[in-house]
């Protein structure tokens, strides 16, 4: 790729990276679009992306920490069938059609795009104690509130294989999992997840790793856009009106879901 191309791509990631940090995503919703358009094959541009997820995670994690936002406790009850899902679904990548992954890629946009323009419901308070071994009650954070284990377990497994194929960090169907199904409140599930969407890109990644997809010399340059972008959005989102900004954030999923059905069908 010509030099003045990744200079160009420099500059688009780190902006794309600062705007999707905002909400505690990884950016692969842009990021393997923007690269299969630029004829990067589909697994090599899921494995680079799912690298770029980890640096947008970890980076912008720890300006959500020192909000108290992020969650740990529920990111060690929902990672682990994440993680397996996204294995999975990194190293049986291959044996689905390409035109398939941008189906379903598209599809997750859409969804994700659904609950972004929905408005959070109300969330349930938190009881002193578990009425039952399926639900987890947390107070270690700023609000408190109970999770349904039973319900998001299946759901995360769900989400990690859909990740690890397409090379996104799961956060687009974790953030309205959570919320919609989980009673989590809505700053605590983006937090929450700006750690969550690098763990579930690492394993995913590394599925793909030992099918040989990956580009050192891409990934390198931009990795070091997407590591500015991410000390810069999370800090705007604390100053920002979240309502108006999800808006625009979901409209940008639909234009890119439709751009990458529009591909398909073409």
Not at 188 to 214: D, E, K, P, Q, Y
Request: include cysteine; proline fraction near 6%; hydrophobic fraction near 55%.
């Amino acid at each position: 790729m010509p030099v003045h191309m990744l200079v160009i791509l420099f500059f688009v990631f780190l902006t794309v990276s600062a705007v999707f940090s905002m909400f505690g995503q990884g950016g692969g919703a842009f990021y393997v679009p923007m690269l299969l358009a630029l004829s990067v094959p589909m697994y090599v541009a899921a494995s680079t992306s799912q690298i770029l997820i980890m640096v947008v995670s970890f980076s912008s994690m720890l300006i959500f920490a020192k909000a108290r936002t992020v969650d740990w406790k529920l990111v060690l009850l929902i990672e682990p069938p994440t993680n397996i899902g996204a294995f999975l679904g990194g190293y049986l990548s291959p044996y689905f059609p390409a035109d398939f992954a941008r189906l379903c890629f598209a599809g997750v946009l859409l969804i994700g795009a659904y609950y972004m323009f929905r408005p959070p419901k109300a969330t349930p308070e938190a009881s002193s104690g578990p009425d039952r071994w399926w639900l987890w009650h947390s107070a270690s954070v700023s609000t408190a509130y109970t999770i349904n284990a039973l319900v998001l377990v299946p759901v995360m497994l769900l989400a990690g294989f859909v990740a690890g194929m397409l090379g996104v960090g799961g956060g687009l169907l974790k953030v309205p999992a959570v919320v919609v199904l989980g009673g989590v409140p809505m700053s605590i599930a983006v937090g929450s997840s700006s750690l969550m969407i690098g763990v579930t890109a690492l394993t995913g990644f590394i599925g793909h790793l030992l099918r040989g997809h990956f580009d050192l010399w891409l990934t390198v340059v931009l990795a070091g856009g997407v590591l500015i972008g991410s000390q810069i959005g999370p800090r705007l989102a604390i100053k920002t009106n979240q309502a108006q900004l999800k808006k625009y954030f979901a409209l940008l999923l639909v234009l890119i879901a439709i751009w990458l059905i529009y591909g398909v069908l073409q």
